[in-house]
């Protein structure tokens, strides 16, 4: 089986402009994961969708948003965009809820 | 909130040795995980190991220990026989069903590996 893909890889904005990461899960899983990874706030969650429902959040602004679509597939939304949201965003991916995640190889966003 | 603290942020260990990393963490839950998760600089985040919290027996994968001490909210990754390909970041990771299964993760440790 194909891992968690994520795309783009790399990206680069500027301060105010708003950012989609898009995030692949592993085929049959129906649990996707965000978590955003930074060196001074270390890993932290964002949010969790299952079976197209967000199912747990994270505490983040209302910048970030999530969802996921009817084939697992979920993307990610930060709006107005600051410095401080440079960092790798990580997806992971798991069979349900609660079982072992596996992660993608991240986005790393980088705002100017 | 559950907090997980990785102590040492460094961590060095000679090619063939055997180092020990340290975890706490604070939780009130009975029911809960416990991971090691190796980040080497690719960013690819790999599970190296995982403990339920309701057995008493350590984990064990081929090199990779734990030391898991339920009353003291211990949970420490020994790795053995180390090798070049070890060296990564160690971050542990707590899970529960109370916080919706969410990972929480520690500062974790930079292992450095010398010939």
């Known amino acids: 089986k194909a891992g968690v893909t994520q795309t783009p890889r790399y990206l680069i904005k500027t301060r105010g402009q708003q950012v989609t990461l898009s995030c692949s899960p592993i085929s049959g899983h129906r649990s996707v994961s965000w978590y955003q990874q930074t060196p001074g706030q270390g890993l932290q969650f964002l949010f969790e969708y299952f079976s197209e429902t967000q199912r747990n959040k994270g505490n983040f602004p209302g910048r970030f948003s999530g969802r996921q679509f009817s084939n697992s597939r979920s993307e990610m939304n930060v709006s107005t965009l600051e410095l401080g949201d440079s960092a790798l965003y990580l997806c992971?991916?798991?069979?349900?809820?609660?079982?072992?995640?596996?992660f993608g190889p991240g986005t790393r966003l980088t705002v100017l | 909130a559950q907090t997980v603290t990785q102590s040492q942020p460094e961590m060095s260990v000679q090619e063939a040795e055997t180092v020990t990393l340290s975890c706490t963490y604070d939780t009130s839950e009975s029911d809960y995980y416990l991971f090691w998760y190796k980040q080497p600089p690719s960013r690819q985040m790999i599970l190296v190991i995982r403990?339920?919290?309701?057995?008493?027996q350590n984990a064990t994968e081929n090199r990779f220990s734990v030391n898991f001490q339920k009353a003291a909210k211990s949970f420490s990754l020994k790795i053995s026989d180390s090798q070049l390909g070890d060296a990564a970041m160690y971050f542990c990771a707590y899970r529960a069903p109370d916080s919706g299964y969410a990972l929480n993760f520690g500062k974790g440790t930079s292992l450095l590996v010398t010939p």
């Open positions: 992971a991916s798991s069979f349900k809820q609660g079982a072992r995640q596996f």
């Open positions: 403990q339920e919290a309701y057995k008493q």
